[in-house]
């Protein structure tokens, strides 16, 4: 939406409505410094004569898709992608129940239509089990931490569900793990990763699991063994403003949840209560011969609005309440990347700290220093341009849900007041006995 920008919160309870966008702000004076420390320990500002890379090696330059400035141009056109702009298409489909003597599991085919340079062929089509997009998931948070990987669906979707070979609850997988691949599809940083490559490409992936992907580059090591050694003095103002908006935003979401699910619960049980209602007026008007005709009405409408109430209860518990949960642990991995960035400053801080309590007048700036401050700028790009592409995706994904949710909600209540309307003839043009 345009408008001027506002500055960020930093304090204070606010609620979802209130909050605004945690990157409304453009200005650096406004967002402050991206760093802490006292300006006596500030490098001097030679990086950006500098070749920068991620902590995975991959060099930082406007032709590379890890570019954050390219990635901050290609997230101006999610909007505008189309079949003629995108060159990466997945699908998941065709779940298969498969009965081992040791295991039984469903595989999913996982078919990927593509003109990259970096694929052999221009279509693939694999079988993969859920742990197979865990394993790829996993892989993908070690090679990539700066950037905020999509969530799975959890490893049981809906709470108390025994049959998890239904066919409820696997087509409510299917659709989820379908999400989890075209979200990494659609991310230009992200989809070149070769985890992902040979996730949808290899025929045999257990192999690639035993050799612990020996082919490929490890990368994340520098963050992932980061610890909590060091203490953050004080997160950056607009990053600070981000982490209130995911707890508000969780806390907001996990409520409706919570209360969503109660609803549905209550439906179905008014469900099956009107089940056994509908009958008792067909009985009543095999008793009451005069009256048979509307007591039949009154038993075939009532049927109607269970058939109604059935698709709508439906509707909800395979398309809202898996959209909800998807943006809940959405959330918690967002918080996930806002530590390790925090781990990563404070990391950078410690040496800094460490630099000025040399006796030596200046010392020249040690090169691990400059590096961490490299993996600093990388986190904070990175983070910001995954941020922003995440609340243009939230504002769709909701945008969607809410309306289909008001389109359900219509057509169920104009399909009982229709059930109601077609008896009020019968009771109307019932002729009178003398």
Known sequence: SAGAPQPLPSSGPKSLREMPHPLATSSSEEMGPALTPSPDLLLPRSIADKDLSLPNGTPVDTSSPASSSSLLNRLQLDDDLDGETRDLFVTVDDPKKHVCTMETYI????????????????????????????????????????HLIPPLPEKFVVKGVVDRFSEEFVETRRKALDKFLKRITDHPVLSFNEHFNVFLTAKDLNAYKKQGMALLSKVGESVKYVTGGYKLRSRPLEFAAIGEYLDTFSLKLGTIDRIAQRIIKEQLEYLVELREYGPVYSTWGGLEVELSEPLEGVSACIGNCCTALEELS??????FLPVLREYILYSESMKNVLKKRDQ?????????????????????????????QDRVECFNADLKADMERWQNNKRQDFRQLLMGMADKNIQYYEKCLTAWESIIPLLQDKPETK
Do not use: G
């Open 314 to 319: 439906e509707d909800m518990t395979e398309d």
């Open 344 to 372: 990563v400053q404070a990391e950078y801080e410690a040496k800094l700290e460490a630099v000025a309590l040399k006796k030596e007048d200046r010392p020249k700036v040690p090169t691990d220093v400059e590096k961490c």
């Open 107 to 146: 595989t999913y085919r996982v078919t990927t239509k593509t003109t990259r340079a970096e694929f052999d062929l221009p279509e693939y089509s694999v079988r993969r089990r859920y742990q197979d997009f865990d394993w790829l998931r996993n892989k993908l948070e070690e090679s990539q931490p700066t």
